[in-house]
Nanobody, 125 residues
């Protein structure tokens, strides 16, 4: 199975950018759709965005659409989340996830079976 490790979290001020990375090992990275989720204190884990196996298709939650961008490097086995114009309500633990898909460019209706441990993002002011 695949193992996922997030990195890049930290403390930033509102309006500033941050980039997260998720490194995959122990599996064939290019066979998985990848996604980012987040969980704030007292809330459930929520979908942030997803990217298809080849990187040709993406999907985002309304709350981050236009501010966040998912990308992937299938040579480095890494998926990224570029977060711009951060808001205090973006504060959460961010998790990456991997799932199998029937279609190469699928990003909707994916069941994510593999999860990382998460990285904390805190947005101040």
């Amino acid at each position: 199975q695949v193992q996922l490790v997030e990195s890049g979290g930290g403390l930033v001020q509102a309006g500033e950018p941050l980039r997260l990375a998720c490194a995959a090992s122990g599996g064939t990275f290019s066979t998985y759709a990848m996604a980012w989720f987040r969980q704030a204190p007292g809330e459930g884990r929520r979908f942030v965005g997803a990217i298809s196996r080849s990187g040709g298709n993406t999907n985002y939650a309304d709350s981050v659409n236009g501010r966040f961008t998912i990308s992937r490097d299938n040579v480095k086995n890494t998926v990224y989340l570029q977060m711009n114009s951060l808001k205090p309500e973006d504060t959460a633990v961010y998790y990456c996830a991997a799932g199998f898909t029937l279609w190469q460019e699928q990003v909707i209706g994916v069941s994510y079976a593999f999860w990382g441990q998460g990285t904390q993002v805190t947005v101040s002011s």
